[in-house]
């Protein structure tokens, strides 16, 4: 795969997961408040998919790719919120 496909690929799948998980947090927000453990839960299983993409990399390329998944994870969050502002307004 060239590298522009896979970088599209890591960051589709790291903000699919997150906004996941932000879906997920919303309908469970709306029963009543979201545990620690279903919060815990929540992001185990949307991380599952961002540490499949790091399971086949070597320690040192992991340590030189997570400020960039750190960063399209709350590029993503912030999306998400800003989705959520606009709904609210709307």
Do not use: F, N, Y
Request: net charge positive; proline share 6%.
């Amino acid at each position: 795969m060239p590298e522009s496909a896979e970088a599209a690929k890591w960051q589709r799948v790291i903000r699919e997961s997150v906004r996941e998980a932000c879906q997920t947090w919303r309908v469970q927000a709306q029963a009543g408040p979201v545990t620690t453990d279903a919060l815990d839960a929540i992001i185990h299983r949307a991380a599952v998919p961002i540490l499949t993409l790091l399971q086949d990399q070597s320690p040192a390329a992991i340590a030189v790719l997570a400020p960039s998944v750190v960063r399209i994870m709350l590029a993503a969050m912030v999306g998400v919120l800003a989705e959520q502002q606009q709904r609210r307004k709307a």
